[in-house]
């Protein structure tokens, strides 16, 4: 079983499109890879409820925007990590939507072998590094990360990424500290979908701008449209060029919404329907598929079959998933420590 012939190329480019390049080609790659986001987390959502697998589910349907920004801004050989909102990175990082799935399923052919499942997602390949469940603990992480680049002399950006609600965590004052006194090359991100599990920033915070977090150890920080590409674009590029000139780290703020709620098992009733209607009012996906249409750069019928393709894609996906083996019981004890021999369980 393979489903190589499914998998597409998403790779980071090596040589970012600058902004005055947000012509067909980057519009047809936002748009296609927000579709495989939003195709594949409306997947995973309705497999989750047919107890297709276990755990916890956080799907990122509205955010979109945010990954599709970033990965025409980042270079290649960058790095990234995240809180458990995780599924979609690795798929516009290039990996294959079988082995995320599979992943999913705590399969052995997903890409940590069905040991990290829905919420603790990792993809050393792609410099995916998490895919995280403790609240803030990648912030911390993601800052060593940096610094192990920049010790090793290094030119990679850590794109660091975290809810709104994980700002309230101590270790995030302790990294930032940290962070500016090293002058680590690390771009934080606060994706700030305004209700961390289901209460709003306005009800946990006397300062409604997060980005002003960064004033206290003077690092630069910015807010930005989670919801546009081209804003998403332009402030992780603007962030990435001030770390990699060596002037240490960048928070930046993005202004998101997720339209379902903070888990699988959240019927988010803290939001009123026409707060979320309002919301979808500025889709990514939408305002991506009015740009393309009203620029003539591709006719509605190509970008319904791109839709279909994907359907079948994210299908195509479920079956390898389902089709591929569990792994083995001795699997518990590989991958434990950095050597894999244990003398002691072969007796």
């Given at each position: 079983?393979n489903?190589?012939?499914?998998?597409?190329?998403?790779?980071?480019?090596?040589?970012?499109?600058?902004?005055?390049?947000?012509?067909?080609?980057?519009?047809?790659?936002?748009?296609?890879?927000?579709?495989?986001?939003?195709?594949?987390?409306?997947?995973?959502?309705?497999?989750?409820?047919?107890?297709?697998f276990?755990?916890?589910?956080?799907?990122?349907?509205?955010?979109?925007?945010?990954?599709?920004?970033?990965?025409?801004?980042?270079?290649?050989?960058?790095?990234?990590i995240?809180?458990?909102?995780?599924?979609?990175?690795?798929?516009?990082?290039?990996?294959?939507?079988?082995?995320?799935?599979?992943?999913?399923?705590?399969?052995?052919?997903?890409?940590?072998?069905?040991?990290?499942?829905?919420?603790?997602?990792?993809?050393?390949?792609?410099?995916?590094?998490?895919?995280?469940?403790?609240?803030?603990?990648?912030?911390?992480?993601?800052?060593?990360?940096?610094?192990?680049?920049?010790?090793?002399?290094?030119?990679?950006?850590?794109?660091?990424?975290?809810?709104?609600?994980?700002?309230?965590?101590?270790?995030?004052?302790?990294?930032?500290?940290?962070?500016?006194?090293w002058?680590?090359?690390v771009?934080?991100v606060?994706e700030?979908?305004?209700?961390?599990?289901?209460?709003?920033?306005?009800?946990?915070?006397?300062?409604?701008?997060?980005?002003?977090?960064?004033?206290?150890?003077?690092?630069?920080?910015?807010?930005?449209?989670?919801?546009?590409?081209?804003?998403?674009?332009?402030?992780?590029?603007?962030?990435?060029?001030?770390?990699?000139a060596?002037?240490?780290?960048?928070?930046?703020?993005?202004k998101?919404?997720?339209?379902?709620g903070?888990?699988?098992?959240?019927?988010?009733?803290?939001?009123?329907?026409?707060?979320?209607?309002?919301?979808?009012?500025?889709?990514?996906?939408?305002?991506?598929?009015?740009?393309?249409?009203?620029?003539?750069?591709?006719?509605?019928?190509?970008?319904?079959?791109?839709?279909?393709?994907?359907?079948?894609?994210?299908?195509?996906?479920?079956?390898?998933?389902?089709?591929?083996?569990?792994?083995?019981?001795?699997?518990?004890?590989?991958?434990?420590?950095?050597?894999?021999?244990?003398?002691?369980?072969?007796?």
């Amino acid at each position: 079983m393979n489903d190589t012939a499914t998998s597409k190329a998403r790779k980071a480019d090596k040589n970012p499109a600058p902004p005055s390049a947000f012509g067909k080609e980057v519009h047809l790659r936002w748009y296609k890879d927000m579709l495989l986001m939003r195709r594949f987390e409306e997947k995973a959502g309705q497999l989750y409820t047919q107890q297709k697998f276990g755990g916890f589910c956080h799907l990122y349907i509205g955010q979109e925007a945010v990954l599709a920004g970033l990965v025409t801004a980042m270079r290649e050989g960058d790095r990234i990590i995240t809180a458990y909102r995780d599924h979609v990175h690795p798929l516009v990082l290039g990996e294959s939507p079988g082995r995320v799935m599979a992943e999913l399923y705590g399969r052995s052919t997903g890409t940590s072998k069905g040991k990290g499942g829905s919420m603790h997602y990792f993809d050393k390949g792609r410099n995916f590094f998490g895919g995280h469940g403790i609240v803030g603990a990648q912030i911390a992480i993601g800052a060593g990360i940096a610094f192990a680049d920049k010790y090793r002399g290094g030119q990679q950006v850590t794109y660091c990424f975290m809810g709104d609600g994980a700002m309230r965590q101590g270790i995030l004052h302790e990294t930032f500290n940290m962070a500016m006194n090293w002058k680590l090359p690390v771009v934080f991100v606060i994706e700030n979908n305004d209700y961390a599990m289901g209460t709003s920033v306005e009800r946990t915070s006397n300062v409604r701008d997060l980005y002003k977090a960064g004033l206290s150890y003077d690092m630069p920080a910015a807010p930005a449209n989670g919801m546009s590409c081209q804003d998403v674009h332009n402030a992780f590029a603007d962030a990435a060029a001030h770390v990699r000139a060596g002037n240490g780290p960048f928070l930046l703020e993005l202004k998101t919404y997720r339209y379902r709620g903070h888990s699988m098992s959240d019927p988010g009733t803290y939001r009123t329907k026409e707060e979320v209607e309002e919301y979808k009012q500025r889709d990514p996906l939408e305002l991506v598929r009015r740009e393309i249409l009203a620029n003539k750069w591709a006719p509605e019928a190509q970008l319904d079959k791109m839709d279909a393709d994907v359907k079948a894609e994210v299908e195509a996906a479920v079956k390898f998933a389902e089709e591929s083996p569990i792994p083995a019981p001795e699997e518990l004890y590989i991958d434990v420590y950095k050597e894999n021999d244990y003398p002691f369980i072969k007796d």
